[in-house]
T-cell receptor, first 116, second 117 residues
Framework: DTGVSQDPRHKITKRGQNVTFRCDPI?????LYWYRQTLGQGPEFLTY????????KSRLLSDRFSAERPKGSFSTLEIQRTEQGDSAMYLC??????????????FGPGTRLTVL | AQTVTQSQPEMSVQEAETVTLSCTYD???????LFWYKQPPSRQMILVIR??????QNATENRFSVNFQKAAKSFSLKISDSQLGDTAMYFC??????????????FGTGTSLTVIP
């Protein structure tokens, strides 16, 4: 399967712990996005990368959240000192952006985080 | 700021019938893209159809078509010959264009569609 993959699929942690999620985009895609989705809501944008550069961050992304894409391939999203309000599905998407090409995003299966 | 509104939280349709899901959006942009994504239960989000705002012709993908009314800022999805596999949450999404000025999607809250056998 050559789609977007995310690991782990589920994560249960205690409040105050740090967690890290990984996303592997479609191999030729140069853009990678992170979203957060809570129950009954649509995904909310967190941040995105073009190659290894982080180009935009949402105000939702507090200083406890950090994302990296060190080699322009896979990305990690880390949440430090987790809070119960961080419980959500974290979605990753990737796209191939170029002139005249609509920036259609393809989503991974998500990582469901539960903070106890 | 862009907003996307899906006013139908839940809908149902008989198998083989046609259903229309509504979506409205608010933007001051002239160039943008609109998307419908499908999220089956416990499965990942899948692109259903895409519309470029500069195109007047409505997009069509097999049983799925849109009614794009730019002046009214309306972007509805019509599903013809509904199948059981169409049961899912459907999200309408907006993205500004050109790229590099903000590529994030703005999603609506979704419409849960159930196809009844």
């Amino acid at each position: 399967d050559t789609g977007v993959s995310q690991d782990p699929r589920h994560k249960i942690t205690k409040r105050g712990q740090n967690v890290t999620f990984r996303c592997d985009p479609i191999s030729e895609h140069n853009r990678l996005y992170w979203y957060r989705q809570t129950l009954g809501q649509g995904p909310e944008f967190l941040t995105y990368f073009q190659n290894e550069a982080q180009l935009e961050k949402s105000r939702l992304l507090s200083d406890r959240f950090s994302a990296e894409r060190p080699k322009g391939s896979f990305s990690t999203l880390e949440i430090q000192r987790t809070e119960q309000g961080d419980s959500a599905m974290y979605l990753c998407a990737s796209s191939l952006a170029g002139q005249g090409v609509p920036d259609t995003q393809y989503f991974g299966p998500g990582t469901r985080l539960t903070v106890l | 700021a862009q907003t996307v509104t899906q006013s139908q939280p839940e809908m149902s349709v008989q198998e083989a019938e046609t259903v229309t899901l509504s979506c409205t959006y608010d933007t001051s942009e002239n160039n943008y893209y609109l998307f419908w994504y499908k999220q089956p239960p416990s499965r990942q989000m899948i692109l259903v159809i895409r519309q470029e705002a500069y195109k007047q012709q409505n997009a069509t993908e097999n049983r799925f078509s849109v009614n794009f009314q730019k002046a009214a800022k309306s972007f509805s999805l019509k599903i013809s010959d509904s199948q059981l596999g169409d049961t899912a949450m459907y999200f309408c999404a907006f993205m500004k264009h050109p790229p590099n000025t903000g590529n994030q999607f703005y999603f609506g809250t979704g419409t849960s569609l159930t196809v009844i056998p």
